[in-house]
Each structure stands twice: as structure tokens, then as C-alpha cells.
């Protein structure tokens, strides 16, 4: 089937021709079968035969186990525990065994003909059954007492469903009228009227707010429950033998006289799909809980066909219930990628929302902002949402089939990156330089000063840095108060449309029981983890400084856990995009101080290219690129450079402008 997947999901179909059968996925040869349905777990697939009813394990010829003694069954129905499967058979009697040994457990005795069809109804306690002597039966399923007998109908009777609330029942027939009774008393609460000949099957959505009939006036008609008034009608070219709906009730199935199926798409009231490679009239059609395949059994035809109809997305739906369940479902959100405090910016019209839903009982219902979403069988979702500019909150909403409810909620910021208000020439460039050498209790280092004051100095006499907004704090000066107070002021001070580098050179740390890094200031103690100055709160920090750039450089042993494992590609006037990047001398490793006098080896490259290049504007991948390569050529450590593990990053670089 050809489909153009449009925003929100919906779907256009743009060709009902379909190849049925490049759709049929395998048969199972089987003699005169009568009825076929799924039991609501989707492991089993029950056929009537003369006299005997066959479980196939579903989708396949495979017999599961074969039951004897159902005497010309017309209708199969499991409850919804999966527990017990009752038939309609032609000696009056409505027989129920237990799943999966097949062992009879009730004959429930009523009708004085051939029963026609049967329904479990209010939570598997009852079960309601038609029969050819015009009767509406219902009898307590445990017990076998019958508890009404009803004859409203003075012609014969052919369609019977009882809603998954509980609360409907409705049987319709020769009368051309539908009746629509209350489940408890049997009583008729009204009339659908509508039909120009015999009514032959009926069926309620899952939600139970709609009944579709099918008529031998070549017409399928849909009709509110509440109201009764016809929501639409689908003409056919014959009568229909059958209909049911799709578990998650987005789609109408229909076995029709004219050797075909059709499923409707009732958001569109469009065909959606037909199948036929038929040679006689359609019989019965049963639709997989799983949403992923049709079963259907034809006229003088000895076999089943299996359909493969994953191409329409069905939702899958179980209908057991667990009372001991309290687990709701769990959500995962692999897209939009990185939402940290329940927000993500992102800069197009429109997003892909996809993650998957895992529930041990099964999944019932998705919702994504209200709109009913498909789930896979491997229980993956896919939904496109339009954004608008500025905040766009998402909720997602999954039912299991306890009625347990997990919800997930976060904002998406949308912001349009056309380069907004950024003027280079502009902008101040802030500068925080920090450097240590005689610890009062780590060891000394050899030139994390020196690194530390020719780095300013390069940048202030090379590049766009004035003196005034240049920080540098060396050896008694760097101590944890200072820092982080040198830090946080730049939250007020630095603009939306300024830019900040930080660089700092001395020891760091890497407490693997906590999985966090640590820059060591000068009066820190060894061992005592109190002293240090962790990443997150350096990561925090940052995150809340408002900047066009924040470039930050670290020197020191393990500097590597400030980095998330995020890619990029190269984007046209990067300068325009905000950006939060991050250059450190190695990942989790230990790194080289160098001989004493000189610079380390990552300051040398560093340095190095930061004085010889020609150009007039440098971007800091350019830069990150260069030191990683020279570092590695002349040093036993790996420099990396990413974006920080911090929201504010839209994809843009700071550019290093040389001085005029």
C-alpha cells in the first residue's frame, strides 16, 4: 500500500488497487470451517469445523490442540482472561472448555435451535447468545443459570455484540432494525434505524461509542451510541457477511459478498485497504490483537489465510486484566535526544517524537499531546509534532491494559537560528584564566602559571580580548572560593550577546565511585573530596551564563568527564548560533605538566596554533582539531573536544578574531 505520511500522523491513502496478494502471508488447509477468532493474548487462533473446533497457534498451520463435541459450531468467543472458549453450536446448546487443555467445563442449555452467536459480557460473568427460535439468552457464565430470556424479535436473528464497557447489547436481524438493549436486564433502550434489508453482523468499537452494522442493502452504516444518529455510511457492491474493528478502533474491517475485504479508515472514511485474492464470498475476518495480521475463512474454500496489515499501524491492545497490577507503564524517549530538567531546544517546524513503552502486561493506549499514537509490536513509537516558536510542551500519556497510567512531560524551546541579534564586532569577549603551581599540600607543578599567563597574553595581544574584561587568578589566588565566586558573577555580567573563555591549568581529580571530576584549587587537602571543585557545579554554572559563546579549556588530569558524546556537522555562519564547547588536555587519564620553563604539551599546541595562524577569524573546531593532532604526535595523552554536558548549545562555535 502507497501512503504519504503527513505531520500529526494522518494518513492519505492515494490508491485502493492494492496487491492482496503480495499481502498474504501463509494458509492453513482445514475442512469447511464455519467461524474463526483470536483469543485476546494473540496466541491462539480457534477455527469451527464440523464438529470439532482446531486452535491453531496464531499466524500459523500449526494445531495447537483440537477440541471434539462443538456439533456445528457457527461462533467462538474467548473470554478476556484467555481462560475459556465458548461456542455457538447447531444442537442448541452453548458449550464452554478450558484454554489450552480443551477440557468441557460447561454445556449451557437454552435455545430451542441452532444457536447463531454468543458474547462474554460484564467482565466474563455473563454470557449472551441469539438463536434461530428469535430468542436474546443470557446466562451467568459460572453457574450456567440463565437470567433472562428475551423475544423482542419476531424475525429471525443474525447480529449480536455486547460492548467492552459492559454496558450494551445489541442484536439486529430480517426486522432491518437494530436493537440496542442494556447488558444487565436484556431490556431494549432504543432503535437504530437506518437498513433497507437483513441486518447480518453488528459490532462495537473498542471505546464503545460507535456500532457498525452490516446489511444485505449493500450498506455499512456507523451510528453513535448515545444518540443514535448515523455518523456514515460505506456503500458496498454486496452484502456484507461480517465486520470488526481494529483493536485500537482505527479502522472498520469488512467481509463482503463480492470476494473481498475492505478496511475503512474511519478518520477519513477512505479505503485504507482491500484484500482480494478471494474465489468465493468472504465469510468471517478476524483481526489479531496484535494489530499485525487478518485471519479469514471463505465460502466452500477449505483453508484460513493469514494477511499481513502492518502497513496500517494498528495499535496493539490486550484485554486481560490483572487486579494485583499497580506497575504503570515505563517510557523512553530516545527522541528528541539529551532532555535535561524536562527541556530541549530545537530549531525546526517540525520533530520526530520517538522512544518506546514497556509494560509486562501490555500496553492499552499512547497518547502524544492527545493524539492516539501507534505502537510497534516491539512496543517503539513514532509521531511528528509541529512546533511553534518559543516553548512547546509535550505529554505523553500510556495506559496498560490494568489501567495503570505513566505519564512523561517536557518542553521543547523552538527557536528560529537565523544568526538573531549576534554582532561580532560587537560583542565583548570575557576571559578567566586560572592557574597553580605551588599547591599548599598537592604536589607542585612545573608551568601551569606560565600556561596560564601566556594564554592571556596571547589572546590579549593576538586576538580580540581587552584587558578589562581579562580575570586571571594564579597560585594563593585560585582558591575554591575564589573561583567559583570569579564564576558565578559571570552569570550577571556576561550578555546574551557577549562571549566567555575559561581556561585552567592545574591538578584535577576523578572519583570513580561518584563518576564525577574535580579541578583542584590551590588550599585544597589530599583525600578530602569536600575541597575540590566538581564539574557539575563548574557545568552548572555555565549553564546558567547567558552568553552567545562559552568556550571552556581545562589542563588538568581527567578533565574528560565534562564532556557528553554529542557530533555535529558543519553548519554556514557558526558564530551565529549559540554554543557551549569545551577543549581539555585528556579524556580520563593522567596528562604531562612538561619540563620546567616550558609550556605542557597541550599548552605548546595550543599556544602554537594560536600564534601562528594566518587567518583573520578561526573557528574552535578549527582550533580543537589542531591541538589534537599536535598533542598526539608529541605527547602519551588524547585531548578532547565537544559540546558540554549542558543545555544552551544550538550549534553554533566561538571564533577567535585576530586583533587589526
Known amino acids: 500500500m502507497k501512503k504519504l505520511t503527513l505531520p500529526l500522523a494522518f494518513a492519505v491513502v492515494l490508491s485502493t488497487e492494492l496487491f492482496s496478494q503480495d499481502l498474504l502471508v501463509s494458509t492453513a488447509k482445514i475442512k469447511s470451517p464455519s467461524a474463526i477468532t483470536y483469543s485476546p493474548d494473540n496466541k491462539y487462533l480457534a477455527v469451527a469445523i464440523p464438529n470439532e473446533v482446531v486452535l491453531f497457534n496464531a499466524g500459523t498451520d500449526t494445531r495447537a490442540t483440537t477440541i471434539s463435541g462443538s456439533r456445528g459450531a457457527t461462533n467462538l468467543i474467548f473470554n478476556n482472561s484467555n481462560s475459556i472458549l465458548a461456542a455457538a453450536c447447531a444442537d442448541g ?17 437454552g435455545h430451542s435451535g441452532t444457536v447463531l452467536a454468543l458474547r462474554f459480557t460484564n467482565t466474563d460473568k455473563n454470557i449472551v447468545s441469539i438463536g434461530a427460535d428469535k430468542t436474546v439468552n443470557c446466562w451467568d457464565a459460572q453457574t450456567g443459570t440463565l437470567l433472562y430470556s428475551k423475544k423482542e424479535h419476531q424475525k429471525s436473528i443474525r447480529g449480536l455484540d455486547a460492548s467492552a464497557d459492559g454496558k ?54 456507523l451510528w453513535e451510541i448515545e444518540t443514535g444518529k448515523k455518523i456514515r455510511e460505506f456503500p458496498q457492491r454486496g452484502w456484507i457477511y461480517d465486520l470488526g474493528f481494529s483493536s485500537d478502533g482505527k479502522y472498520l474491517f469488512a467481509a463482503l459478498e463480492k470476494n473481498a475485504v475492505e478496511a475503512y479508515d474511519l478518520n477519513t472514511g ?19 490483537p496484535n494489530g499485525k495480521e487478518a485471519a479469514t475463512i471463505q465460502e466452500f474454500v477449505n483453508e484460513v489465510k493469514y494477511w499481513n496489515i502492518e502497513s496500517l499501524n494498528i495499535s496493539p491492545v490486550f484485554r486481560f486484566k490483572d487486579k494485583k497490577d499497580v506497575n504503570p507503564p515505563q517510557i523512553f524517549v530516545s527522541n528528541p535526544p539529551n532532555i535535561q530538567d524536562n527541556q530541549v531546544r530545537y530549531s525546526k517546524d517540525i520533530i520526530d517524537i520517538t522512544g518506546s513503552v514497556i509494560d509486562e502486561s501490555g500496553v492499552r493506549r ?48 523552538r527557536k528560529d537560528l537565523t544568526g538573531g541579534d549576534y554582532d561580532a564586532s560587537k560583542a565583548k569577549n570575557f576571559l578567566l584564566v586560572v592557574g597553580i603551581n605551588n599547591y599548599e ?54 550578555s546574551a550577546t557577549d562571549n566567555l573563555v575559561i581556561y585552567f591549568s592545574g591538578h584535577g581529580h576523578f572519583d570513580e565511585l561518584l563518576n564525577e571530576g574535580y579541578w583542584i584549587p590551590y588550599e585544597a587537602r589530599l583525600n578530602e573530596e569536600g575541597d575540590y571543585l566538581p564539574n557539575s557545579s563548574i557545568l552548572k554554572i555555565i549553564e546558567s551564563i547567558n552568553s552567545q559563546h562559552t568556550f571552556l579549556v581545562a589542563d588538568a588530569c581527567f578533565s574528560g568527564s565534562l564532556f557528553g558524546e554529542q557530533k555535529r556537522g558543519y553548519a554556514e555562519n557558526v558564530e551565529k548560533y549559540k554554543s557551549r564547547w569545551g577543549l581539555a588536555s585528556g579524556r580520563l587519564e593522567a596528562v604531562s ?41 608529541y605527547a602519551d595523552q588524547t585531548p578532547i573536544g565537544n559540546p558540554l554536558k549542558v543545555n544552551g548549545d544550538e550549534g553554533g562555535e566561538f571564533v577567535f578574531y585576530k586583533k587589526k
Not at 446448546?93 to 442449555?109: A, C, H, N, Q, Y
Not at 436486564?185 to 461509542?209: E, L, M, N
Request: aromatic share 8%; hydrophobic share 40%.
Open 270 to 288: 477512505l479505503p485504507a485497504l482491500k484484500l482480494n485474492d478471494f474465489e468465493t464470498p468472504v465469510l468471517a475476518v478476524a483481526i489479531s
Open 93 to 109: 446448546t452453548v458449550k464452554l472448555w478450558s484454554i489450552p487443555d480443551g477440557k468441557l467445563t460447561s454445556t449451557l442449555k
Open 168 to 221: 450494551w447489547i445489541a442484536t439486529a436481524g430480517a426486522e432491518k432494525d437494530i436493537l440496542l438493549r442494556d447488558a444487565t436486564t436484556g431490556g431494549v433502550i432504543k432503535k437504530f434505524q437506518g437498513h433497507d434489508g437483513w441486518v447480518r453482523t453488528v459490532t462495537f468499537s473498542p471505546d464503545s461509542k460507535t456500532l457498525a452494522s452490516g446489511s444485505d442493502d449493500k450498506k455499512i452504516i
Open 366 to 413: 499512547l497518547r502524544i499531546n492527545g493524539i492516539e499514537t501507534p505502537i510497534k509490536s516491539n512496543g517503539n513509537f513514532l509521531i511528528k509534532l509541529p512546533l511553534s516558536m518559543g516553548d512547546n510542551f509535550v505529554t505523553i500519556e500510556v495506559t496498560d491494559v490494568n489501567d495503570n497510567i505513566a505519564l512523561k512531560k517536557f518542553s521543547i524551546l
Open 593 to 633: 605538566d612538561g619540563a620546567q620553563g616550558t609550556n605542557s604539551p597541550f599548552a605548546t599546541q595550543l599556544l602554537k596554533f594560536l600564534k601562528e595562524n594566518k587567518k583573520d577569524k578561526v573557528t574552535v573546531s578549527e582550533l580543537i582539531q589542531a591541538v589534537k593532532l599536535g598533542v598526539a604526535e
Open 441 to 494: 599540600y598537592w604536589p607542585h607543578l612545573n608551568n601551569a602559571v606560565k600556561d596560564a599567563n601566556d594564554m592571556a597574553g596571547t589572546l590579549m595581544g593576538l586576538y580580540n580580548f581587552d584587558f578589562s574584561n581579562v580575570t586571571v587568578l594564579r597560585d594563593e589566588q585560585a582558591t575554591r572560593s575564589n573561583i567559583y565566586k570569579t564564576l558565578r558573577n559571570y552569570i550577571n555580567q556576561v
